[in-house]
């Protein structure tokens, strides 16, 4: 699996917990279960380490909405922002401009009309704001 398709899946079970709940072990069976989903190790650790930090994501979410309220976001923009802040916060192994573009991408794909411009802009903001080296993703 290369990291894309990686990248990919951990978006849908992010995308999941937001309307079934869970833990990261839960809906990692699930999805092996339901979709025959073999996550390799990045997807594993992106899913885990995404749905442990949900409150510092969320936060840092909130911060850069730019007049808009969190419950107003689609899940799908939710869903990746809450991955591609996960990367650039956590995974020093993933350039900063690979996790925002890839998220723009996830936006256009699975996202509304609106979804990849406000992930777009969420994200630059959100960089030129506060954004460091992390640590590299741990591969379990």
Known sequence: MTRKEAREQAFFI??????????????LELAGQCRELEPDEY????????LDRLPIL???????L????INRLSRVAISVLRLAI??????????????INEAV???????GENDSGYINGVLGAFVRAEASEGEPCEQQ
């Open 14 to 27: 992010i995308f999941e917990y937001s309307f079934c709940g869970g833990t990261a072990e839960e809906l």
């Open 43 to 50: 997807t594993v650790e992106v899913v885990r380490g995404a």
């Open 58 to 64: 969320d936060e840092k979410i909130y911060t850069y």
């Open 66 to 69: 730019k007049g808009w309220k």
């Open 86 to 99: 996960y990367e650039i916060l956590f995974c020093s192994d993933v350039p900063v401009g690979v996790s």
């Open 105 to 111: 991408e996830l936006g256009k794909t699975y996202g």
